[in-house]
């Protein structure tokens, strides 16, 4: 089992960027496959971004261009950097991490079997 804490959320300007950062013990992160996942007030968590064994990533259509997943498997971290920050990017923001690995890496949050307790990001218009 592995145990997936989050930080580095905040408030923010739209406009501006922050970085998660998902630092995972109890075992190593690689080869497993990570993503991460947000929660909007009132809505589904849904698919941000994930990265497989082979760092191949996946992203959503809404953050293509504007948030990098990336990982340090030498610090068991997976990091999210997010730039161009909009309002609508508010949310919770979950770590997932999966002991298989997909290609593309998975969307579907049941493929995921260990998760963070979330952070919140806020973008202030």
């Known amino acids: 089992q592995v145990q997936l804490v989050e930080s580095g959320g905040g408030v923010v300007q739209a406009g501006g960027s922050l970085r998660l950062s998902c630092a995972a013990s109890g075992r190593s992160i690689s080869p497993i496959a990570m993503g991460w996942f947000r929660q909007g007030q009132g809505k589904e968590r849904r698919f941000v971004a994930g990265?497989?064994?082979?760092?191949?990533?996946a992203y959503t259509d809404s953050v293509k261009g504007r948030f990098t997943i990336s990982r340090d498997s030498a610090k068991n971290t997976v990091y999210l950097q997010m730039s161009s920050l909009k309002p609508e990017d508010t949310a919770v923001y979950y770590c997932?991490?999966?002991?298989?690995?997909?290609?593309?890496?998975?969307?579907?949050?049941?493929?995921?079997?260990?998760w963070g307790q979330g952070i919140q990001v806020t973008v202030s218009s």
């Open positions: 990265i497989n064994r082979n760092d191949a990533t």
């Open positions: 997932a991490g999966s002991r298989l690995s997909w290609n593309p890496p998975a969307a579907l949050a049941s493929r995921y079997e260990s």
